[in-house]
């Protein structure tokens, strides 16, 4: 028996750790001790052992069925070092502001960087950039496309889809002409003046009373809008023989005085408000008188048409959506509506003087009160201006208004502010946009009825039966308001509309006896003072008359 058979064999008693709370180790091995363990579940995927079908053959549907979730976060495996309070410091994240020169600097840099590159794609010449000068380049096109998308659909909104063309003035100028004062619209908006208190002097004319049941008018019960066949008189105001009249009786007084209609006097008083171009005749008569006169065959009666919108019309040629053809057509609905909304029977108001400018015989003379007044702007100067109303308003206490009459008028809907969608529900926001978009008119309209004292502007709205058809139309609702709560509405300042005239009358008083032109620019926020030729837009009759009225002088003084 040899000594190895004899050795008995070893048994070593493994360690048994028993958990008497659950199952598993009580603690950790020391093999495993700095090892850094991932606890995970019973449910998650640990992947396939191996794939022999290769990414071609997979089917997308089970792409992620294999994939393992152990050590997905991998935070749990990263090199941790220990805390150090030592080197702890606060991190400032306030944007380091660079110097001048150093905005410069990088200004020169980019700029060389810029030209090195063009002269090498010019010549052809491929030279490795720098990994800089390529992360700077790749930062700069990010930066560049991210703008671009950024500002691309706020251009688009913001930018007209047809830019605004000049526009031409309502006069042409001429090289003989000088100009004496040109008057920008910020200094005119900082003029204020306290409005002075109206006497009356003469009132002529005859007027019909409203009728009520226009207000009844909805977009679900519409009215048509009829022609009506009257004459409408628009006299300037050296043809008016009542102010011819006024002229002989204030000859001899002691103070200046100055005429005009209250269309003139309105468009003057809101001229920054004004987009278009307009034109207003002045002829200093002696030392003490001046006449506004509008020239002839102009314009100036003509109502404009979104003058003030962001995008207004812009058609030419025969359009019946272009500016001419839009006033119009505006001037027509207006004059119509005005005598339509009256009552067909009953008296009238007749004022103690008759229509001037109606012969003897005519009969259908519009519904029309002039009444004249008379404004002292200082003590050297007043004002007698013609002013009209245009009906009569019977109150439920049996009083009587004087009132104007006037009308918007829709030609082309546009699907956020179409009439007959929103003017039943939100007439206050129709109202908000004819504001914006008319501006002006409504200026004008508000101060020519506090002028002529009336106590109610009657606003109609009127649209046509059909966008492409501009001669007929229909009442789709009313609405009133008395004029200086309405120009308070309106943010329309009376105090800088009579500070507007007032300096506009001195600096033409300070001239000396002549005709002069006050001109709006068709393109620019000015208006202009012109020194013009005293034969300067006189009519052929007038030339005729006054050559009969110089030949007959000759003739009496050569039988003489």
Aim: hydrophobic fraction near 30%.
């Amino acid at each position: 028996m040899t000594a190895s058979t004899s050795e008995k064999p070893l048994f070593k008693i493994p360690d048994i750790h028993n958990n008497p709370t659950g199952w598993g180790p009580c603690a950790i091995p020391a093999q495993f001790k700095d090892t850094p363990y991932q606890p995970f579940s019973k449910a998650d995927r640990l992947g396939k052992a191996s794939d022999w079908t290769g990414a071609l053959y997979q089917d997308r549907r089970q792409v992620n069925k294999y994939t393992s979730q152990v050590g997905a976060g991998g935070s749990m495996y990263n090199y941790v070092h220990e805390e150090d309070e030592s080197t702890y410091t606060l991190v400032d994240t306030t944007r380091v502001h660079k110097s001048a020169y150093q905005k410069n600097r990088a200004r020169i840099a980019q700029h060389r960087f810029q030209r090195q590159s063009k002269e090498r794609r010019e010549k052809g010449v491929m030279i490795p950039l720098s990994k800089a000068q390529k992360n700077r380049e790749r930062d700069r096109m990010r930066q560049q496309r991210k703008w671009q998308k950024q500002y691309r659909g706020r251009w688009q909104h913001q930018k007209p889809k047809n830019p605004i063309k000049p526009r031409n003035a309502s006069v042409e100028v001429r090289a003989n002409w000088e100009i004496l004062e040109e008057m920008d619209f910020v200094r005119l908006g900082k003029l204020w003046m306290d409005p002075p208190p109206p006497e009356d002097l003469k009132c002529c004319g005859s007027m019909g009373y409203y009728d009520k049941q226009y207000d009844r008018a909805t977009t679900k019960a519409d009215m048509p809008l009829v022609g009506v066949n009257r004459i409408f008189h628009k006299v300037t105001t050296s043809d008016d023989p009542v102010i011819q009249q006024l002229t002989r009786d204030f000859r001899n007084s002691p103070t200046a005085t100055v005429y005009a209609t209250d269309s003139i006097l309105s468009t003057l008083m809101t001229c920054t408000r004004s987009v278009y171009s307009w034109d207003v005749v002045a002829q200093r008569i002696g030392q003490k008188t001046l006449i506004l006169d509008k020239r002839d065959k102009s314009q100036f009666d003509l109502l404009t048409v979104n003058e003030t919108a962001g995008e207004p019309p812009q058609d030419e040629g025969t359009s019946m959506n272009s500016p001419a053809n839009l006033a119009l057509e505006a001037t027509f609905i207006n004059q119509n509506f005005s005598q339509q909304v009256l009552r067909k029977t009953g008296a009238w108001h007749v004022f103690p003087a008759p229509n001037p400018f109606a012969e003897e015989d005519s009969r259908d003379v519009a519904s029309v009160g002039y009444r004249y007044r008379k404004w002292h702007l200082s003590d050297e100067t007043v004002l007698v201006a013609r002013c009209e109303h245009d009906a009569l308003l019977q109150m439920p206490d049996s009083n009587e208004v004087f009132m104007n009459i006037k009308a918007f008028n829709e030609w082309d809907p546009q699907p956020g502010t179409d009439w007959r969608q929103k003017l039943d529900s939100q007439r206050g926001a129709v109202l908000a946009t004819e504001l914006k978009n008319n501006s002006a008119k409504l200026a004008k309209w508000t101060i020519s009825s506090i002028l002529a004292g009336s106590q109610i502007i009657k606003l109609g709205y009127v649209a046509r039966v059909h966008p492409r058809n501009s001669s007929k139309h229909i009442i789709l609702g009313t609405q009133q308001f008395k004029p200086r709560e309405f120009a308070t509405q309106i943010n329309l300042d009376i105090g800088n509309s009579w500070g507007i005239l007032r300096v506009v009358v001195d600096l033409l008083m300070k001239m000396n006896p002549g005709k002069y032109l006050i001109l709006k620019d068709p393109n620019k926020p000015f208006v202009r003072i012109y020194k013009v030729p005293q034969s300067e837009f006189e009519s052929e009759e007038e030339d005729s008359e006054e050559e009969e009225e110089s030949s007959e002088n000759e003739e009496k003084a050569d039988g003489r």
